[in-house]
């Protein structure tokens, strides 16, 4: 069924009924990515930190993660994705769940071999689909303990839970909101509790998150002379 404005103060359903052989994109168009860095198991005595990703490593699911050769060693990592309802600054941790509109499943690709030679992590970060996220927005989640699966050729790589997080999810969001504005549809990708694997080109990625549902990306090399109508 679909729904007016998924950003709404409530669901308004339009009636129009969809089967299962549609294609899905990505379940938002986010314009600020954000990502938590060092927030996986053991990193609480780090201090909350994030990167930024471009709206552009955004895709959806069956969509390619294309991976440039010169970058070395690519990882994927499953995480819980927050996608915000509203405009927010300085949230509070009462106010957290108000603004939330749902979660989705993100893949935080990572090119590790980039991330010594740029602190910023903008070579690590932000190659051709780098974001994968989906295929839809859950908005009844219990988010302190949400099961992660990394499978890869249909080979079970890795698992952890967001239980793990160093800084949950509204810590991250009160922490995010204090020192910039969030937006209705942007993304948060909440850190990887151990899931994640190394990836070539030719592979194909599944991640499970409990409740809802597998994100599916195929992995292939990045044609040198690829543009954005290829």
């Known amino acids: 069924m679909g729904v007016a ?32 860095a060092h927030n996986g198991p053991g990193d609480r005595s780090i201090r909350p930190q994030a990167f ?13 993660i294309r991976l440039d050769p010169e970058v070395g060693e690519v990882n994927v990592e499953g995480e819980l994705a927050v996608v915000m309802r509203r405009t927010v600054r300085h949230l509070r941790p ?15 690709v ?34 302190w303990d949400v099961g992660i699966d990394v499978v890869v ?7 952890g839970t967001t239980a793990d997080l160093a800084y ?28 994640f694997t190394s990836v070539e080109p030719g592979d194909h990625v599944a991640i499970s998150l409990a409740g809802l549902g597998t994100l599916e990306n195929p992995v292939a090399r990045l044609s040198p002379h690829r543009t954005a109508e290829a």
């Not at 009462?94 to 935080?108: C, H, Q, R």
């Not at 071999?113 to 051709?128: H, R, S, V, W, Y």
């Not at 999810?169 to 504005?181: A, I, N, Q, W």
Request: glycine share 12%; hydrophobic share 40%.
């Open 168 to 195: 949950n999810v509204v810590e991250v969001l009160v922490y995010l909101s204090s020192v910039m504005t969030l937006g209705r549809g942007d993304v948060i990708l909440t850190g990887a509790p151990h899931t």
């Open 52 to 64: 930024m990703k471009s709206s552009r490593t955004a895709v959806g699911p069956g969509e390619a």
């Open 94 to 108: 009462e106010d957290v769940a108000d603004a939330v509109l749902g979660f989705t499943i993100g893949d935080d």
């Open 110 to 143: 990572t090119a590790i071999d980039q991330i010594p030679l740029d602190e910023k992590m903008t070579q690590a970060k932000n190659g051709d689909g780098f974001t994968p996220l989906g295929p839809w927005i859950v908005t009844d989640v219990d988010w």
């Open 5 to 36: 404005d998924p950003f709404g103060d409530s669901f308004e359903l339009t009636g129009g009924v969809f089967g299962t052989d549609v294609t899905f994109l990505a379940p938002c168009n986010p314009k600020v990515i954000l990502g938590m």
């Open 153 to 159: 050729n249909g080979e079970h790589r890795a698992h």
